[in-house]
């Protein structure tokens, strides 16, 4: 994997799924805001890929940033995670339906390469399969090819994340995963990549722990230190080394989401975020 290849990950992504008519306009807006690093997928059920090119070609086309400025990340999905808007022949391999995905997703960023392609999620819920195996090799082959910088795996289990790493040489340079603060937010997965020094990106900081944003702890500590829960949560996040995505439309969120990056909690605030639910 030629990660030296790749420049920093931004500390912060922002995802752009489902804003459908509006991807182009809040992906512009998000990089204006300051956002460096772009997430999405070729997945037009939940993204609307073409889209964030169209916001991209603004920003550049308006000196805001140029592409070497951005880090891009976008994901093959399978079949089953798609609808009938596909972005490759699925009666091709699933090798061939990696290079269609991939080919269809420069085309909509107007790029000649991404910085990060991550599978979208592992064809079983329970193992790390031959599809599996055979669309990691293509990833592989697309890094290799200089169509991709680094490969990342989401929606997995610590049991995917095993088989895939005693299967393959070429292990995960990220993980991308929903994190719930009832499992410890995603401890497990969290202690696998840090051991390897796998960046462990985690979405749905905010809307999958609603109890943790609200609970009376972190509405304290946000009034005291003058700073929104959810800025709380991202602070929290970064602290316990998640990288955050926020897919956040409002202009103010996307600022707040971003000077969260400049807060720094005290330690035992950390500890206790971390175990409050799990
Ligand atoms: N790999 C996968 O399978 C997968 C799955 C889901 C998501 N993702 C990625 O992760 C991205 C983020 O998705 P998400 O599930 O985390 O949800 P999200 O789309 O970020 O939604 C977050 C919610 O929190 C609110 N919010 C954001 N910042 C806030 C702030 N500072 N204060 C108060 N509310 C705030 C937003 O409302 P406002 O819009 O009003 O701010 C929104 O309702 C997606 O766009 C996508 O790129 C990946």
């Given at each position: 994997m030629p990660t030296e290849q790749v420049g920093p990950v931004p500390l912060f992504l922002y995802g752009t799924a489902w804003k459908e008519d509006r991807t182009a306009a809040l992906t512009e807006r998000a990089v204006r805001a300051g956002f460096r690093g772009i997430d999405t997928?070729?997945?037009r059920r939940h993204y609307f890929e073409a889209g964030v090119g169209e916001g991209l070609a603004a920003a550049?086309?308006?000196g805001i940033v140029t592409r070497d400025e951005l880090f891009l990340q976008t994901k093959f999905t399978y079949q089953r995670g798609q609808d009938h808007r596909l972005p490759y022949d699925p009666a091709s391999s699933f090798a061939e339906q990696v290079a269609q995905s991939l080919a269809s997703s420069l085309e909509h960023l107007g790029t000649d390469h991404i910085d990060s392609f991550v599978l979208h999620g592992p064809a079983s819920n329970y193992d790390w399969t031959d599809a599996d195996a055979e669309v990691w090799e293509a990833m592989v082959e697309e890094c290799n090819a200089g169509r991709a910088r680094v490969l990342g795996v989401s929606n997995v289990s610590l049991r995917h994340l095993e088989q895939m790493t005693a299967a393959h040489t070429v292990p995960p340079f990220l993980v991308q995963n929903r994190c719930y603060a009832r499992l410890g937010w995603d401890r497990e997965i969290?202690?696998?990549?840090?051991?390897?020094h796998i960046v462990y990106q985690g979405f749905s900081l905010l809307t999958a722990n609603v109890e943790v944003v609200q609970h009376?702890?972190?509405m304290e500590l946000a009034k005291r230190m003058g700073v929104s829960p959810a800025q709380i949560i991202f602070a929290f996040a970064r602290a316990?080394?998640?990288l955050p995505l926020t897919g956040t439309s409002s202009e103010t969120h996307?600022?707040?989401?971003l000077a969260s990056l400049e807060l720094s909690l005290p330690q035992e605030a950390v500890d206790a975020i971390e175990s409050l639910a799990g």
């Open positions: 997928a070729n997945q550049y086309r308006a969290r202690a696998f990549c840090h051991q390897r009376p702890l972190v316990i080394g998640i996307m600022k707040q989401d």
